[in-house]
């Protein structure tokens, strides 16, 4: 059975306590008619980690996990601006793999390398100003270590120079999926999670993710608790291509909890409509049937959903499996046809349970 996300990684000692219920959600103004943009807008730079470390990935997949992070950030870099936080004792090999490279080097202490989740939601507004949004990364619910990476959204929003703006929400850039017009999907396995914000309800949770990222409409998913360190983000399910076109993934494997999930959603997602009333059109991307065995197992990520849109460029994963990596390729192809298709081994990532989007964050432009 493949799993699609990362693995529970709670490290001994850690607090499994739940937040206290929030009190008050809107801690900033939004006067400024802030807007998440799509991904597939143009950005600014992409921001990564380069954060991997031994007593979260061991002794064998951490040469491969930083190895893979390099990759990724070379590949990216070929498109867009790339800065990378790195710690102070790991700057000497982030340079010898990136060297020669236009990724720039940013000294940071990190615990990991999810930017996707540690780092803020940039949004902007029709002024040209931008805006960071500190969505207050506690773990995945104190599931892991985030002494450090819970500072990340504010660091990262002062480096990039936007205004932070601050919420009593808790919840992970993986688990919001926006179309830039005014639609979003999330899934309420995660941000809707006692781990995360006890106490508060859909509404309350729409009503502050229409004020901070200018939605009109949120889909709800259920996801699914408990079976990933994520507690099911929505970056592993489905992710817009362009308004009104949703691309899906599905589960072939019936005994894979990630079946039951994935064959649910997809019914869902045939039914909505997007905020300008639209019916979704969903295109399936089926996961591998077969991957490449060195790194295999139970938490191993196979699903090509989790790809990165940057500018001129899809990065995006491949598995081994011939004939699925060529679909998945061709597909991509087809609903970013001004795109060059770019696909990655990260066997190394996705052993432990994640894939390239999870690793990045992108920071838009503003004219």
Request: with cysteine; net charge negative.
């Amino acid at each position: 059975m493949l799993n699609r996300r990362r693995t529970l990684q709670s490290l001994a000692g850690l607090s499994m306590a739940m937040t206290q219920a929030l009190p008050s959600l809107a801690n900033t103004p939004a006067t400024a008619a802030w807007r998440m943009p799509d991904e597939g807008e143009p950005h600014a730079r992409t921001w990564m980690a380069f954060g991997a470390q031994l007593d979260i990935w061991g002794a064998e997949l951490l040469p491969v996990v930083q190895q893979d992070l390099a990759n990724i950030a070379m590949a990216i870099a070929r498109f867009e601006p790339v800065s990378m936080l790195v710690r102070p004792s790991d700057m000497a090999k982030a340079t010898s793999l990136l060297k020669g490279s236009r990724v720039e080097l940013v000294e940071q202490m990190v615990d990991d390398f999810w930017m996707r989740d540690s780092g803020p939601v940039f949004v902007t507004n029709a002024q040209g100003k931008k805006a960071a949004v500190d969505f207050n990364f506690n773990g995945w619910g104190k599931k892991q270590k985030h002494t450090h990476d819970a500072k990340v959204a504010a660091f990262v929003a002062g480096r990039a120079g936007a205004q932070r703006m601050r919420t009593s929400l808790v919840l992970e850039g993986g688990g919001i999926e926006v179309d830039g017009h005014g639609t979003a999907i999330i899934t309420e396995s995660c941000v809707l999670n006692a781990n995360r914000n006890p106490g508060v309800s859909k509404a309350a949770c729409e009503a502050e993710l229409k004020r901070l990222l200018g939605l009109e409409k949120i889909l709800w998913l259920p996801g699914i608790k408990g079976k990933d360190i994520t507690d099911g983000h929505t970056d592993f399910y489905a992710r817009f291509a362009s308004p009104g076109v949703v691309l899906a993934g599905y589960d072939p494997d019936p005994d894979s909890y990630d079946h039951a999930v994935t064959t649910r959603h997809l019914a869902m997602l045939r039914e909505m409509t997007d905020a300008r009333g639209k019916p979704l059109e969903v295109v399936v991307m089926e996961a591998p049937t077969t991957v490449r065995e060195h790194y295999a197992g139970k938490d191993f990520a196979a699903g090509y959903i989790n790809f990165y849109v940057c500018n001129g460029a899809v990065i995006a994963p491949q598995f081994g499996d011939r004939a699925a990596d060529a679909n998945a390729r061709d597909t991509l192809k087809d609903l970013f046809p001004t795109r060059e298709v770019v696909q990655l081994n990260v066997d190394g990532v996705a052993a432990g349970g994640g894939g390239i989007h999870c690793t990045t964050q992108q920071e838009p432009a503003v004219a």
